[in-house]
């Protein structure tokens, strides 16, 4: 079924991917195969995001149905989105974790974090001032799909409680 062309909007999506050969065809490959037409791709390889990654920022056109679609075959291919469409993530929830980050998997503790659908980790600063063998304290900035919140707040409970980390929890409001 066609999209009439009065439905069709432009829609911005921003991706993080790691530097590899083919991570970019990759990333548009469920654009593609989910109606969208391409407006443009700016690929910045010179910079970097907290993690490491590569930001991409893709302006593509389809309709608001489709365009649900391709949000979630990125997320199927394994695709980190940051921020999907002009609503993007409408909440940002800023957490500390405390404890032994490195020895229980940094890497899989984001990751973990990140596989809730309603949420992405915009920014991540480490603090280890005994070094990486030691405890160590991490902020972690994430967008968060408003309806979601309770659900990303207990992951991160999940993961921290599994790897014995301790959680610094944003106050809510009427919280005391």
């Known amino acids: ?37 391409l407006l443009s791709v700016f690929h910045e390889r010179g910079n970097l995001t907290p993690r490491g990654n590569i930001p991409v920022e893709v302006d593509l056109e389809c309709s608001p149905g489709r365009f649900d679609d391709i949000v979630a075959g990125l997320r199927d291919a394994g695709v980190t989105v940051t921020q999907a469409g002009a609503d993007g993530y409408a909440e940002e929830v800023t957490l500390l974790l405390v404890g032994h980050l490195v020895d229980t998997d940094l890497s899989d503790t984001l990751s973990t974090v990140e596989s809730c659908s309603g949420a992405s980790v915009t920014d991540f600063s480490l603090d280890a001032p005994a070094g990486t063998d030691e405890q160590s304290s991490a902020r972690l900035r994430l967008a968060v799909d408003p309806p979601q919140v309770d659900e990303v707040l207990s992951v991160v409970r999940d993961v921290a409680d599994r790897k014995g980390l301790q959680v610094v929890e944003p106050l809510v409001e009427g919280e005391r």
């Open 1 to 37: 079924m066609a999209d009439v062309a009065e439905t069709r909007r432009a829609y911005t999506v921003r991706l993080e991917l790691v530097d590899e050969p083919g991570e970019l065809m990759r990333a548009l490959r469920p654009i593609a195969e989910n109606g969208g037409n």
